[in-house]
């Protein structure tokens, strides 16, 4: 059960680098907003060593999608830039 709550936690750290790159390149602040939670919550859990800040920081990252604070997929830039014409 330890090595799952390791494993989460890394995914919600991960998911905290990527969504702070996202925020860097398409200036989403909702992207800032979900990898503050994320993040706080996986240092919390593991400084506590228990499984109930990862639940609450999945409950917080929803209740912020459902606001419409979700950055999207890839933004709005997508995979191709613009040509400068």
Same mark, same amino acid.
């Given at each position: 059960?330890? +090595?799952?709550? +390791? *494993?989460? !936690? ?13 925020? *860097? +390149?398409? #200036? %989403? *602040?909702?992207?800032? +907003?979900?990898?503050? $939670?994320? =993040? /706080?919550?996986?240092?919390? /859990?593991?400084?506590?060593? @228990?499984? #109930?800040?990862?639940? $609450? =920081?999945?409950? *917080?990252?929803?209740?912020? #999608?459902?606001? =419409?604070? @979700?950055?999207?997929?890839? =933004? !709005?830039?997508?995979? %191709?830039?613009? %040509? @400068? @014409?």
């Amino acid at each position: 059960m330890v +090595y799952l709550m +390791y *494993i989460i !936690q890394f995914l919600f750290y991960f998911l905290t680098v990527g969504l702070i790159v996202n925020f *860097i +390149y398409y #200036r %989403k *602040i909702g992207a800032l +907003y979900l990898a503050a $939670v994320y =993040g /706080s919550t996986s240092v919390l /859990s593991f400084y506590l060593m @228990d499984w #109930r800040p990862l639940l $609450v =920081g999945f409950g *917080i990252a929803w209740v912020l #999608r459902l606001l =419409g604070y @979700d950055p999207g997929l890839f =933004g !709005q830039k997508g995979f %191709k830039k613009k %040509k @400068d @014409d």
